[in-house]
């Protein structure tokens, strides 16, 4: 398989920082434009305005310090969780407008998000049990001529190798973790609701993987990304190696 570039998650660092520093300007003329005429009203009232806005703007920039100490030193150093929300939620929709705004391009900045995302989860350092971890796989890792559809039940694979099926049949089956192979997102949603895992591993593209990490959340998601040799949603690939590696992060 070819060498595929690693995503960098700082980019998405860059892009949050410059998200941040927007957000605080935005604070500041949300103070200054309406203080003359809270002077008016009372004397004091702008001070009172300045002490609230300017605690906003210290929570924003305190808070984006904590996400990068704690994607940079791998180690939950405080509200890892409830940040990762604020990113999850809130914040990814302005860095892409941000990105694109630099001509970034949309894959990119989902690939360095997830980068960023897996490094927060794993900074968290809980253990979880094989049978509570999910591993969640796009159907377009079966090869497309292949008459036996895994959909569903992974375990109809005949294991001839002609796919990563097998291999990541074998990976699951070598842990004990639950395997389903998904033919889009409310298949996928399905099937987290009906297993309810603590922990999901899931493989798929760009778009995929970063809608499935906002719709899961507060559940922890380890994002891989597919490699698309013959372009999307057919017969891609993945790195078998970097699923095995995430596994033996989190399994207690």
């Not at 998405?12 to 200054?32: D, S």
């Not at 100490?69 to 791998?74: D, Q």
């Not at 298949?187 to 895992?197: F, G, N, Q, S, T």
């Not at 017969?235 to 992060?249: M, R």
Request: charged share 20%.
């Amino acid at each position: 398989m070819p060498d595929q570039k690693q995503p960098q998650k700082r980019l998405f660092i860059c892009l949050m920082g410059l998200t941040c520093l927007l957000i605080v300007g935005v604070i500041y003329l949300l103070w200054w434009i309406p203080t003359t005429g809270l002077a008016n009203i009372h004397p004091s009232l702008p001070r009172i305005a300045g002490v609230v806005f300017g605690a906003l703007s210290l929570l924003a920039l305190v808070g984006t310090l904590v996400l990068v100490l704690t994607s940079a030193l791998g180690k939950d150093i405080l509200f890892t969780r409830f940040l990762r929300g604020v990113v999850v939620k809130f914040l990814l929709p302005a860095i892409e407008l941000i990105g694109r705004a630099f001509g970034i391009s949309i894959d990119t900045i989902r690939q360095s998000f997830i980068a960023m995302n897996n490094s927060l989860v794993l900074s968290q350092r809980f253990k979880v049990k094989p049978d509570r971890i999910l591993i969640l796989l796009p159907h377009c890792l079966q090869l497309f001529e292949c008459e036996i559809k895994v959909t569903g039940d992974i375990n109809k694979c005949v294991r001839c190798g002609r796919c990563d099926i097998m291999g990541l049949a074998e990976l699951a089956h070598k842990y004990s973790i639950d395997i389903s192979v998904a033919t889009g997102g409310t298949l996928a949603r399905k099937v987290i609701i009906e297993k309810r895992p603590k922990l999901v591993l899931a493989v798929a593209c760009e778009r995929d993987l970063t809608s499935g990490i906002k719709d899961c959340y507060p559940l922890p998601v380890i994002g891989v990304l597919n490699d698309r040799p013959f372009g999307p949603c057919f017969n891609t690939k993945v790195d078998i190696g970097k699923i095995d590696e995430s596994l033996q992060a989190v399994i207690g």
